[in-house]
């Protein structure tokens, strides 16, 4: 059985950074794709990045450049490194798995099997 647990947001200032993490159980990293997602009040989940079970990492443009998502194998967690906050960031964020998946569906949150609670991110002007 899969299971996802966020943690590591809260409350950081524009240029700030954080990591959030993603704890995973029944997961393996190079059978799964991991997503991260977020979602800001009155708008739909938007995809952020991934990181395939091939090992290749996607990004949303609005965050290449500042976003990093990595994995930690022996901890079964992946990682979302997120700096040089931006007001826009603001919103709950999500990490989500697929079993497999393909490239040209990474960003559809359908396409995910399985996801965590999510843990919001404010960032404050």
């Known amino acids: 059985q899969v299971q996802l647990v966020e943690s590591g947001g809260g409350l950081v200032q524009v240029g700030g950074s954080l990591r959030l993490s993603c704890a995973t159980s029944?997961?393996?990293?190079?059978?799964?794709?991991m997503g991260w997602f977020r979602q800001a009040p009155g708008k739909e989940r938007e995809f952020v990045g991934a990181?395939?079970?091939?090992?290749?990492?996607h990004y949303r443009d609005s965050v290449k450049g500042r976003f990093t998502i990595s994995k930690d194998g022996a901890k079964s967690t992946v990682y979302l490194q997120m700096n040089n906050l931006k007001p826009e960031d603001t919103a709950v964020y999500y990490c989500?798995?697929?079993?497999?998946?393909?490239?040209?569906?990474?960003?559809?949150?359908?396409?995910?099997?399985?996801w965590g609670q999510g843990t919001q991110v404010t960032v404050s002007s």
């Open positions: 989500a798995a697929d079993q497999g998946g393909i490239l040209s569906t990474i960003g559809d949150p359908h396409t995910y099997e399985y």
């Open positions: 029944g997961v393996t990293f190079t059978r799964h794709t």
């Open positions: 990181r395939r079970w091939t090992g290749t990492t």
